[in-house]
């Protein structure tokens, strides 16, 4: 089978299966793929299809397996990135519909937005590079549609060709001036609301790669390898500072990034 004609193929099944809502299940056989090369072929060919379809324009871009422990799990020693449609970013206080998603997860997050594009050059971007290029921070929640899926049988290659389950995200409202933290040990805080009792878990916002400008660096230095570099306007998220919640109908949380304020999601 032509390389086009397979990744094609792909993305028309992961379109299915998304419409029909069946549970996320690596591929294999026909749909199965050699590398991450032709997971990201399949990932843009999946995006080109919501794009013209229901989800439209693209907002950014999300950073995946940002744990060791995940990427060794799926068998790589480096994230993955995916893409954020604009129709599916909501502003806090937001409200989640359960019922639009096979299972959801909540990740807790420093969202960038940025100022500038950054098209690459002779040197790969690092923390220090892509600082300037940043005009707002603040926290959010991204919206994992994993499908159900059974993660003992997971791998990187599947993930990345569904997108990397990229179901949406929530923004906070900026309050703060994120140029005056030091974001490799900024405090951050969760309540989370499960059957009526709050647990609290705090972290901070280094927790993921160590910097959210190392996420962002690695996400842009990815995609311009791609050919799909990060533009101005575009949000990145960063990578969760905390486990993943699997929340539930009356479900409630809390994030909060000190010195940038809060995020806030009820799910129904």
């Not at 690596?26 to 050699?34: N, R, T």
């Not at 639009?100 to 690092?126: A, I």
Request: contains cysteine; charged residues 20%.
């Amino acid at each position: 089978m032509a390389y086009t004609e397979k990744v094609e193929r792909v993305a028309e099944a992961l379109a299915g299966q998304h419409a029909a809502r069946e549970r996320f299940e690596p591929l294999a056989g026909d749909l199965a793929l050699d590398s991450l090369d032709e997971a990201y072929a399949a990932q843009r060919a999946l995006i080109q299809r919501w794009s013209e379809g229901t989800r439209g324009p693209i907002a950014g871009y999300k950073i995946a397996l940002t744990s060791r422990a995940v990427q060794e799990l799926c068998g790589v020693d480096h994230p993955c990135a995916g893409a954020i449609f604009g129709s599916t970013v909501v502003e806090s206080p937001a409200t989640v519909a359960r019922g639009d998603f096979v299972r959801l997860g909540l990740e807790f997050e420093l969202c960038l937005r940025l100022g500038c594009d950054l098209p690459g050059g002779p040197q790969p971007y690092t923390a220090e590079t892509v600082r300037d290029a940043v005009d707002m921070a603040v926290p959010a929640f991204e919206l994992v549609e994993d499908r159900a899926s059974d993660y003992a049988k997971l791998n990187a290659i599947s993930l990345v060709a569904d997108n990397c389950w990229c179901g949406g995200i929530v923004l906070g409202q900026v309050t703060g001036d994120w140029r005056s933290l030091d974001l490799s040990a900024n405090p951050v805080r969760l309540e989370y609301t499960h059957g009526g009792a709050t647990e609290t878990e705090t972290a901070t916002t280094g927790a993921a790669l160590g910097d959210p400008l190392n996420a962002l660096a690695w996400v842009a230095n990815v995609l311009c390898g791609q050919g799909r570099p990060l533009e101005a306007g575009m949000w990145v998220m960063t990578g969760s500072t905390l486990k993943t919640r699997f929340a539930e109908a009356g479900d409630r949380a809390v994030y909060t990034v000190e010195g940038l304020g809060s995020v806030e999601v009820d799910v129904v």
